[in-house]
């Protein structure tokens, strides 16, 4: 299984960025693939999930109205369409892949596998 995350970069507050994940290397039907993002001397924390049985989405109270999530199953990619981009989203965003389940979750340990991440910084 590989997840590959890119589109990170710099911006300025206010701005808007979008990251994909492409995902391959597994047939499972049932999935649920999730963004994290991981801040300098912070935790990591849950940002948003897809599940691809029914595309439902999740997301952190603090993303809610200004990050949206979607796949495009043909191209086995998921996005992150992030905007109001504030300086604390600056972080590692990493994707990440749940096999064989229904639902997702915003939970990191629920999570199979992992990209390597794509760095977000928001200057003031």
């Known amino acids: 299984v590989q997840l590959e995350a890119s589109g990170g970069g710099l911006v300025q507050a206010g701005g808007s960025l979008r990251l994909s994940c492409a995902a391959s290397?597994?047939?499972?039907?049932?999935?649920?693939i999730g963004w994290f993002r991981q801040a300098p001397g912070k935790e990591r924390e849950g940002v948003s999930c897809?599940?691809?049985?029914?595309?439902?989405?999740y997301y952190t109270d603090s993303m809610k109205g200004r990050f949206t999530i979607s796949s495009d199953n043909a191209k086995n990619t998921v996005y992150l369409q992030m905007n109001s981009l504030k300086p604390e989203d600056t972080a590692i965003y990493y994707c990440?892949?749940?096999?064989?389940?229904?639902?997702?979750?915003?939970?990191?340990?629920?999570?199979?596998?992992w990209g390597q991440g794509t760095q977000v910084t928001v200057s003031s």
């Open positions: 990440a892949a749940e096999l064989g389940t229904y639902f997702c979750s915003g939970y990191g340990w629920k999570y199979d596998y």
């Open positions: 897809i599940s691809s049985s029914d595309g439902s989405t």
């Open positions: 290397g597994f047939t499972f039907d049932d999935y649920a």
